[in-house]
């Protein structure tokens, strides 16, 4: 797992640049949720806690055939801190297992995805993802990072979590993503941000 997403950190760092900038709004409509698209595509769905610290936390989605489970999403998630008093109650809910997802868009909340990476990284055996996925064999799995941030009218936007998602190649492909998600931004230098980056990859690093 470490050699997994080791390449994560130096990705992130390779793409710091200028100044954060979330200004513009994605003009274009909301993309179904990877929930609502696991289901669509494999007919069921579920979501598994792996592993989960107070900010931090490593979650399976999952669609299910005769065989049982199988992760078509790994998604490993930072929680941004100062947290917006007006999310908590939801972040309750997730907290106790929930989809971060489907939790605030069933709450009426806006969900927007700002891109910083897609990529891809080849996963073998020795990865807890592998079985999780039932792979038969080492291949490269899509990499998408973004800032998960949320709007409802009338309140202020607030940033929830940063957020890294490996993907099944049944699933979505690097040039899938590449097509759902063309929005980018840059990362900054320094700050309250790139701080929680930081912690994000020393936790990744340390499983």
């Not at 769905?45 to 489970?69: A, C, K, M, P, V």
């Not at 996963?123 to 490269?140: D, E, H, K, W, Y």
Request: aromatic fraction near 10%.
């Amino acid at each position: 797992m470490r050699k997994l997403l080791l390449f994560v950190g130096v990705c992130f760092w390779i793409l710091a640049g200028t100044a954060l900038s979330q200004s513009h709004e994605q003009n274009k409509p909301e993309q179904p949720l990877n929930s609502e698209r696991i289901f669509q595509q494999f007919g069921s769905y579920g979501i598994e806690l792996i592993n989960q610290e107070d900010d931090f936390r490593q979650t399976s989605l999952y669609s299910e055939d005769e065989h049982g489970r199988i992760t078509r999403t790994f998604a490993t998630v930072k929680f941004l801190e100062p947290m917006d008093s007006v999310i908590e109650p939801l972040h309750k809910q997730i907290l106790k297992g929930a989809s971060i997802g489907s939790t605030f868009k069933g709450a009426g909340w806006q969900i927007n995805k700002f891109g910083l990476l897609v990529d891809e990284l080849v996963v073998t055996p020795s990865n807890q993802i592998f079985g999780l996925m039932r792979l038969s064999r080492a291949q490269p799995l899509a990499l998408h990072l973004y800032l998960f941030s949320v709007s409802k009218e009338n309140i202020t936007p607030s940033n929830y979590a940063l957020i890294a998602e490996l993907h099944h190649p049944d699933y979505l492909r690097i040039n899938q993503l590449g097509e759902i998600y063309n929005d980018s931004m840059d990362l900054p230098q320094e700050g309250t941000l790139k701080n929680q980056i930081n912690t994000l990859l020393t936790q990744i690093n340390n499983l």
